[in-house]
């Protein structure tokens, strides 16, 4: 067990919705990272808040934003859903702000499903 | 893109036995790590290893780094059924804003 929770664990839901996936991280832990894993884009990152602010951004789509929230835990919000965006969605945190510089440990994930 | 790329893409071996991976990339480097994932679940890290460390141990696992080649191995030594899973070489490149970059990862199954 990481330390990191993601909720929910599993999502269905319909081309076109919104959905929101959150994250709290490890206890002390001020950075959170978004990544996503589908089958046929590996694991891409997508964006890393350090204590509130946005620090770097990956290949993350117009229709996905994500905030970090004062005590910390992150929310990943995706609208205008694709059959294309289902994939395990994973979040990770890390002690400081130096991205791949440190450690980052990851959640157990959240599978979404786009029908 | 792409950053690391790993092989083999599959790997299957005998219960005690060494297993090797093998990592490419492209770019300079600040530093590349190892991580591991079991089915359908989360990463977990493995080991960091700087572009300015050659070698580096924990445990049962070795990771080497030649970055004349661009090159890095992962090697687990005494395979266990436990080791089954898929390892992903990821990379963090210099001068960029230390966004890690994974491969695709090999997937390893150890035979019992």
């Known amino acids: 067990d990481s330390g990191v929770t993601q909720t929910p664990k599993h999502l269905i839901t319909a081309t076109g919705q919104r959905v929101t996936l959150r994250c709290s991280p490890r206890s002390g832990d001020l950075s959170v990272y978004w990544y996503q894993q589908s089958l046929d884009q590996g694991l891409q990152f997508l964006i890393h808040y350090y204590n509130g602010e946005e620090r770097a951004k990956g290949n993350i789509l117009e229709r996905f934003s994500a905030q970090q929230f004062p005590d910390l835990h992150s929310e990943l919000n995706l609208s205008s859903l694709e059959l294309g965006d289902s994939a395990l969605y994973f979040c990770a945190s890390s002690t400081g702000a130096l991205g791949g510089q440190e450690t980052q440990y990851f959640g157990p994930g959240t599978r979404l499903l786009v029908l | 893109s792409q950053q690391g790329e790993e092989d083999p893409q599959a790997l299957s071996i005998q219960e005690g036995e060494n297993a090797t991976m093998n990592c490419s990339y492209k770019t300079s480097i600040n530093n590349l790590q190892w991580y591991r994932q079991n089915s359908g679940r989360g990463l977990v890290h493995l080991i960091l290893i700087r572009s300015n460390e050659r070698e580096k141990h924990s445990g049962r696992l070795r990771v080497t780094l030649d970055t004349s080649k661009k090159s890095s191995s992962l090697l687990i030594t005494a395979s266990r059924a436990a080791d089954t899973a898929s390892y992903f070489c990821?990379?963090?490149?210099?001068?960029?804003?230390?966004?890690?970059?994974f491969g695709k990862g090999t997937r390893l199954h150890i035979l019992p």
């Open positions: 990821a990379t963090v490149r210099r001068n960029r804003d230390d966004k890690i970059i």
